[in-house]
């Protein structure tokens, strides 16, 4: 049998800080249950909620550290290093049967047959609308609401 390993021992500082971070409704909360509850404050607000599945992927994308790398990748390497990393990603996802390329995992690929009809009959407008409603709730929760929206640019 193996030994227990004891929790980690907090400094009194480190102890302080911990015990006021993630606190929602006088609760502690992991950071994964924080951003799944900020996810369903996002999802709540939405007006065009006809797949919140696919709603709540988006979200957790956008609030759980994966824009966070975006930044990263914009900060060191600017405007084309993103475009870069893009096209990597493109590239990754475009053949997921490859060796080499992104496999999806059992649970996406479930959703997708779950909500198949649902997401299949999707079109770029109700793309649009999602992120339009998403960068409204961000600058809702940021206290703002006088801050600029997202919009497409315009085709040529």
């Given at each position: 049998?193996?030994?227990?390993?004891?929790?980690?021992?907090?400094?009194?500082?480190?102890?302080?800080?911990?015990?006021?971070?993630?606190?929602?409704?006088?609760?502690?909360?992991s950071?994964?249950?924080?951003?799944?509850?900020?996810?369903?404050?996002?999802?709540?607000?939405?007006?065009?909620?006809?797949?919140?599945?696919?709603?709540n992927?988006?979200?957790?994308?956008?609030?759980?550290?994966?824009?966070?790398?975006?930044?990263?990748?914009?900060?060191v390497?600017?405007?084309?290093?993103?475009?870069?990393?893009?096209?990597?990603?493109?590239?990754?996802?475009?053949?997921?049967?490859?060796?080499?390329?992104?496999?999806?995992?059992?649970?996406?690929?479930?959703?997708?047959?779950?909500?198949?009809?649902?997401i299949?009959?999707?079109?770029?407008?109700?793309?649009?609308?999602?992120?339009?409603?998403?960068?409204?709730?961000?600058?809702?929760?940021?206290?703002?609401?006088?801050?600029?929206?997202?919009?497409p640019?315009?085709?040529?």
């Amino acid at each position: 049998m193996t030994k227990k390993k004891a929790d980690p021992i907090w400094s009194k500082e480190w102890l302080e800080l911990k015990n006021t971070t993630n606190l929602y409704n006088g609760e502690h909360w992991s950071s994964e249950w924080i951003t799944l509850i900020h996810s369903k404050h996002l999802d709540e607000a939405f007006k065009y909620s006809t797949d919140s599945w696919l709603e709540n992927k988006l979200s957790w994308f956008l609030t759980n550290g994966s824009t966070g790398i975006l930044y990263l990748i914009n900060y060191v390497w600017g405007d084309e290093g993103l475009d870069l990393f893009f096209e990597f990603i493109r590239w990754y996802i475009m053949n997921d049967s490859e060796p080499g390329h992104f496999h999806p995992s059992k649970a996406i690929k479930t959703g997708i047959n779950e909500h198949r009809g649902e997401i299949k009959s999707t079109d770029l407008k109700k793309l649009t609308e999602m992120l339009e409603d998403f960068s409204e709730v961000f600058a809702v929760n940021d206290h703002d609401e006088g801050a600029p929206r997202w919009k497409p640019k315009e085709k040529d």
